[in-house]
């Protein structure tokens, strides 16, 4: 039972996290919707963060926390470049531009970008003649494939909701035909495609970030520390970056609202325990697999936003969400036979060893034996004493005095 619980912690770690990062995606979304700069956002996001994590990474590796060397600083320095700068403002900005199902569906492409990165990073290895193999780079491709199809196709609504909805759909698409509502129609349409670059952007620069977090966490192995740093680090490069790209005094103002909400919600659970979390998972089972449980989220927030946002699903957004998945757990699959394969080489090492062992030690007692019939051999010898005859020794009679 214990063994289950072990085996099951990454798979229910992970779980939780969608649940969280589902919750984020609506709450920030309905933030934007009223106004809120997403550079501040950000900002704010990661002081949550930083205030959230810093105490307990603090006290709990005070003992353990190793010192921090140029190369660890500059990582650390550029994991904050990643995630928080670069990651999440063209993610905000994506689901701006897109909505929240939309973004986490475009946001299923991070186990294949990973995969790729990690292959060129020698983190993966890839052996085309093994079927694992040959289903993560097939999924990928898919994953890639999916992804496209949703940033060049839209196609139409797909109604989930009342039918007094689908007349109010088909009497906007009735009104459509006016030019000024052609001109809407074409500026949402530019707007969807940049919103679509953007989350791609993001998804590459988060992918960035799990690799390089890998590497950083062998070198610097005080997590909450980690985290703690990498989301300070984030903040002040988010201040330099909202400082100049956000002019307006008033963009900082923020109140009891759903924009305190937001920024709270999003640092706490999104940023501090979020990477705390996947640190601990991807240095047990790597960083493709803490990647390969979006899907999760993307259903999550699909169920959500229709009922809460009454977000419009378009059938370009569905095909390639199926394409994207399917991808998805193809990589999954073949993540999961190698994981499966190096816990059956971690099982037989132990045994060739072990016997290895066996057979040094009967070795070594034969060569203690044969030492000491040796020596036996030698003092009967000198003293004269004839020796008796023995399977293991040849017919040798002393010399009669």
């Known amino acids: 039972m214990a063994s289950l619980l072990e085996r099951c912690k990454p798979y229910i770690a992970m779980v939780c996290l969608q649940f969280g990062y589902a919750g984020m995606n609506i709450i920030t979304k309905v933030s934007l919707n009223r106004g809120m700069s997403h550079y501040v956002l950000v900002v704010y996001r990661h002081a949550f963060a930083t205030a959230a994590i810093a105490p307990f990474a603090i006290f709990l590796e005070r003992k353990v926390r190793p010192t921090i060397t140029l190369p660890i600083f500059i990582q650390m320095f550029v994991l904050g470049l990643l995630g928080p700068v670069i990651d999440q403002n063209f993610y905000y900005a994506g689901l701006k531009f897109t909505s929240p199902t939309f973004a986490c569906a475009m946001s299923n492409m991070l186990p294949a970008m990973t995969f790729v990165m990690a292959v060129l990073c020698r983190m993966e290895k ?130 009891w609202d759903m924009n305190l909400l937001a920024a709270a919600y999003a640092g706490i659970v999104s940023s501090s325990i979020a990477y705390y979390v996947q640190g601990l998972v991807m240095q047990k089972r790597g960083p493709v697999f803490v990647t390969a449980f979006s899907p999760l989220m993307m259903i999550i927030v699909a169920i959500m936003g229709i009922f809460i946002l009454t977000e419009k699903i378009y059938l370009g957004g569905v095909l390639g969400a199926v394409l994207i998945v399917m991808g998805l757990y193809s990589v999954l699959w073949g993540k999961f036979k190698e994981y499966q394969e190096m816990e059956a080489e971690l099982i037989t090492l132990p045994e060739q060893n072990g016997h290895n062992l066996v057979t040094l030690h009967t070795i070594d007692e034969n060569d203690i034996e044969m030492q000491k019939n040796m020596e036996q051999h030698m003092t009967m010898v000198a003293v004269g004493v004839p020796i008796r005859e023995s399977s293991s020794s040849s017919n040798i009679a002393a010399p009669k005095p």
């Not at 890639?144 to 698409?173: D, E, P, R």
């Not at 030019?179 to 993001?202: E, Q, R, T, V």
């Open 126 to 255: 890839v052996h085309m003649k093994k079927l694992r193999c040959q289903a993560k780079v097939i999924g990928t491709i898919v994953t890639v494939a999916g992804a496209m199809l949703m940033t060049l196709y839209k196609g139409q609504v797909i109604n989930f909701t009342s039918s007094h909805q689908t007349h109010l759909h088909s009497s906007s698409a009735v009104s459509a035909a006016s030019p000024a509502a052609a001109m809407a129609a074409a500026a949402a349409d530019k707007d969807w495609l940049k919103g679509s670059i953007m989350l791609i952007i993001a998804t590459l620069a988060w992918a960035s970030f799990f690799i390089l977090q890998a590497v950083t966490m062998s070198r610097y192995p005080a997590h909450l520390s980690l985290t703690a740093l990498v989301c300070f680090m984030g903040t002040l490069q988010s201040v330099v970056v909202t400082l100049v790209m956000e002019h307006k005094s008033s963009a900082w103002s923020i109140g």
